[in-house]
């Protein structure tokens, strides 16, 4: 069984610019999360998705956002690219959506803002 | 303060040792009790996952969780330089797919 795959891997943006990253969760896993992993602030949940929908938010400012895919793919957005969006890109995928399941993490997308 | 504490490290055993890893939390509502291993440049593994207090045992890896002290713990056996990584407590209360993350420990086991 293939596991979660993210594109791409790595991303150099200056600041201002806007980014998209995408994440496909393994085949039959419904939710898809994503955190952001920095040196200083660890990993920090940014947002999850099920069915389509945003179903929970992290305390991240609106440039961050998100969408799911009828296929459960995902693609996260950053826009006015900031130095300090520099980070790892982490999708996490899980198979549902009651309680709390089990998260399998893809390799990341790791982001330059220069 | 963070909800979630744990020693960054750097921690360095020799091979064989019994390593302990461990954090400590502040919100009683977390239930679920994860353990990630993470190699440098790749995503976080899952080693264990636990709910509620108790004990969990996989192999040379023991996850314990003790909620009246808010307090958890990973115990490694037998180490191998293979275990050389970043270890990461995770948890969550169970109402949503969000996990709050502890800083990670940084482990190297020497040969």
């Known amino acids: 069984k293939a596991g979660v795959t993210q594109t791409p891997r790595y991303l150099i943006k200056t600041r201002g610019q806007q980014v998209t990253l995408s994440c496909s969760p393994i085949s039959g896993h419904r939710s898809v999360s994503w955190y952001q992993q920095t040196p200083g602030q660890g990993l920090q949940f940014l947002f999850e998705?099920?069915?389509?929908?945003?179903?929970n938010k992290g305390n991240f400012p609106g440039r961050f956002s998100g969408r799911q895919f009828s296929n459960s793919r995902s693609e996260m957005n950053v826009s006015t690219l900031e130095l300090g969006d520099s980070a790892l890109y982490l999708c996490?995928?899980?198979?549902?959506?009651?309680?709390?399941?089990?998260?399998?993490f893809g390799p990341g997308t790791r982001l330059t803002v220069l | 303060q963070k909800e979630v504490e744990q020693d960054p490290g750097p921690l360095s055993v020799p091979e064989g040792a019994i390593v302990s890893l461990n954090c400590t939390y502040s919100?009683?509502?977390?239930?679920?009790f994860m353990w990630y291993r993470q190699y440098s440049r790749k995503g976080p593994e899952l080693l264990m996952y636990?709910?509620?207090?108790g004990n969990k045992e996989d192999g040379r890896f023991t996850a314990q969780v003790d909620k009246s002290s808010k307090y958890i713990s990973l115990f490694i056996r037998d180490s191998q330089p293979s275990d050389s990584a970043t270890y990461l407590c995770a948890m969550s209360d169970g109402g949503a797919q969000k996990l709050v993350f502890g800083q990670g420990t940084r482990l190297t086991i020497n040969p």
């Open positions: 636990t709910y509620s207090s």
């Open positions: 996490a995928s899980s198979q549902s959506g009651r309680g709390i399941n089990e998260q399998f």
């Open positions: 919100n009683s509502a977390f239930q679920y």
């Open positions: 998705y099920f069915s389509e929908t945003q179903r």
